[in-house]
Each structure stands twice: as C-alpha cells, then as structure tokens.
C-alpha cells in the first residue's frame, strides 16, 4: 500500500511556472514508477509524465514535452512536475500516481495500483 498527496496547485499566469509535488507514504517508494496525470472538465483523464522507480528514465506527452519536467527523489518520498511556459489548456486537475515494479512507466491511467487526490492547476490568460 501506497498513499499519495499532492500539493502545489494554483493560480498561474499564462506563460508563468508552477512546481506540483507528490509525497508517499506506506511503501518502499523506490519500487514504483511514478506518473503524473491531468483531466480537465468534461475530458478524460490524461497521461502527462512519468519517470521510472531507479534510473531516472522520463517520458512525456508531446503536449507538455520541452514545458514541463517530472523528476523525484526517492530520499524524499516525492516526485515533482515542473511546469513552465504554462497555458491556459494545461488548466486541469493534476493527479500524480503509482505502479509497483513497471518499466516503463504506463502511460495509461488505468494500469496505474495508486492515486492521489488531485490539485487543481488553474492557467489564466
């Protein structure tokens, strides 16, 4: 079992930087690939990042691709997303979860054990 919260959410100017983190708790964090997901009103749930549980590895969705970055430490029980060149179609609830032992990390919010409860990210023009 693994308990995920998020927190760093808010209001940001289009353009402007946000910095989103998620702590665990409850497991040997290390063992899990981490991904961060987004789902706007009326639109479904949508991979972002992801970073795999040792080396590091990184993926993105083309949409966020060169804006944000998703890192962790897993010293600290937490990964981040760092997001840059914010625009007003990144505003979304952002969730960040987890999956125990895969590689690469899914890239599909259904293959994920793990979620958060979600921070609201609000980009405005």
């Known amino acids: 079992q693994v308990q995920l919260v998020e927190s760093g959410g808010g209001l940001v100017h289009a353009g402007g930087s946000l910095i989103l983190s998620c702590s665990a708790s409850?497991?040997?964090?290390?063992?899990?690939?981490m991904g961060w997901f987004r789902q706007a009103p009326g639109k479904e749930r949508g991979f972002v990042a992801g970073?795999?549980?040792?080396?590091?590895?990184?993926y993105y969705a083309d949409s966020v691709k060169g804006r944000f970055t998703i890192s962790r430490d897993n010293a600290k029980n937490t990964v981040y997303l760092q997001m840059n060149s914010t625009k007003p179609e990144d505003t979304a609830v952002y969730y960040c979860?987890?999956?125990?032992?895969?590689?690469?990390?899914?890239?599909?919010?259904?293959?994920?054990?793990?979620w958060g409860q979600g921070t609201q990210v609000t980009v405005y023009s």
């Open positions: 979860a987890a999956r125990r032992f895969a590689f690469p990390p899914p890239t599909s919010w259904e293959d994920y054990d793990y």
């Open positions: 409850g497991s040997i964090f290390s063992s899990y690939a």
């Open positions: 970073i795999s549980r040792s080396t590091g590895n990184t």
